[in-house]
């Protein structure tokens, strides 16, 4: 399992190939995610791993996460690749994933073009 399929994670090879990747594990993000850790084992807070605009209902609901997780993101990629804008878009990230949870999906009518 990925659990942050996001635009920034998603490379294309030479040979035209994807190739999945992610930032949030270089340098800078190993010591945040050791950082977070830390704080987690101290205060026994848990946080919602992954990016809002692209993570899975079951994740920010704290329920058991498996390899679907990642075809909700990539449904989400496709949505924003089709349509160019983002599905659950709001002004923070509480918003977002309050909208992962109860926002209806509205999907663009037939002959919709992106901008």
Known sequence: MHRDLKPENILIGADGHLKLTDFGLSETGLKKMLDRQKVNSNNKKKRIVGTADYIAPEIVRGEEVTYLAD????????????TGNLLFNAQTQDEIL??????????????????
């Not at 075809?71 to 089709?82: A, D, T």
């Not at 309050?98 to 901008?115: D, L, Q, R, S, Y």
């Open 98 to 115: 309050m909208n992962v949870i109860n926002k209806p999906i509205k999907f663009p009518p037939p002959g919709f073009e992106a901008n």
């Open 71 to 82: 075809f909700w993101s990539l449904g989400v990629l496709g949505f924003e690749f089709l």
